[in-house]
């Protein structure tokens, strides 16, 4: 197969500092589709939150960790730090709206599953409810919050919160022969652009395994 190779008058090149001199900041788009982040937290008050953060993904495979940036100091990595515990919950095409909803910024004495119309079902080993209509969550306790630095080593607006997973729950229906079937949560994620998302498809996928 030929590979084209793109030499530097094909590339639209710049230095982020600098300024990207386009429409719209390509990286989120570039960075994507990303999983979404959608945490349930409780306050120290016993207040629930349930939020989006596009920053999300999984970061160690035994034992598992994940984690999702937050940019500023939101009401979700205030509560994990006061409580040491949050819940991942699956984003998914029939729960997009309700998810969009969660995104709201509003006071942190609202109860945001109210809010968003949504189930809190309670965990077994953390004390944040999980949103009961996804199929899929991770229990999670706090590992780490990092404040993020730039090359300056000046303090960034944004903090990485580190949890480990330690319960899982999925809805039987997506276990097929003992594997999990991405494709049949129909799992929604962050494709870039003020507005953009991709559903994921069983059309979508191919198989390549790695070299041994």
Same mark, same amino acid.
């Given at each position: 197969?030929?590979? %084209?190779?793109?030499?530097?008058a094909a590339?639209?090149?710049? %230095?982020?500092?600098?300024?990207h001199?386009?429409?719209?900041?390509?990286?989120?788009?570039?960075?994507g589709?990303?999983?979404?982040?959608?945490i349930?937290?409780r306050?120290?008050?016993?207040?629930?939150?349930?939020?989006?953060?596009?920053?999300?993904n999984?970061?160690?495979?035994?034992?598992p960790?994940?984690?999702?940036?937050?940019?500023?100091?939101?009401?979700?990595?205030?509560?994990?730090?006061?409580?040491g515990?949050?819940v991942?919950?699956l984003?998914?095409?029939?729960?997009?709206?309700?998810?969009?909803?969660?995104?709201a910024?509003?006071?942190g004495?609202?109860?945001k599953?109210?809010?968003a119309?949504?189930?809190?079902?309670?965990?077994?080993?953390?004390?944040?409810? !999980?949103v009961?209509?996804?199929?899929v969550?991770?229990?999670? !306790?706090?590992?780490?919050?990092?404040?993020l630095?730039?090359?300056?080593?000046?303090?960034?607006?944004?903090?990485?919160?580190?949890?480990?997973?330690?319960?899982?729950?999925?809805?039987?229906?997506?276990?097929?022969?003992?594997?999990y079937?991405?494709?049949?949560?129909?799992p929604?994620?962050?494709?870039?652009?003020?507005?953009?998302?991709? %559903?994921? %498809?069983?059309?979508?996928?191919?198989?390549?395994?790695?070299p !041994?």
């Amino acid at each position: 197969m030929t590979r %084209e190779i793109f030499d530097d008058a094909a590339m639209h090149s710049y %230095e982020p500092a600098a300024g990207h001199g386009l429409r719209h900041d390509p990286f989120n788009a570039i960075v994507g589709p990303r999983p979404i982040g959608w945490i349930a937290s409780r306050n120290d008050q016993g207040v629930l939150n349930v939020a989006p953060y596009s920053f999300f993904n999984a970061f160690n495979y035994t034992p598992p960790i994940v984690g999702f940036a937050s940019t500023g100091w939101k009401h979700t990595a205030a509560n994990i730090k006061a409580t040491g515990e949050f819940v991942w919950n699956l984003a998914t095409r029939r729960l997009a709206e309700a998810m969009n909803a969660s995104s709201a910024t509003i006071e942190g004495s609202t109860d945001k599953f109210a809010l968003a119309g949504v189930t809190p079902v309670p965990c077994r080993l953390v004390d944040v409810p !999980r949103v009961g209509e996804s199929p899929v969550a991770f229990e999670c !306790r706090l590992l780490q919050q990092i404040q993020l630095h730039d090359l300056d080593g000046n303090a960034v607006e944004t903090w990485l919160t580190l949890g480990q997973v330690v319960a899982v729950h999925i809805d039987r229906n997506l276990l097929r022969d003992g594997v999990y079937d991405t494709a049949a949560a129909h799992p929604i994620l962050r494709a870039g652009g003020p507005s953009a998302y991709i %559903e994921v %498809e069983a059309a979508a996928f191919f198989d390549m395994r790695r070299p !041994r």
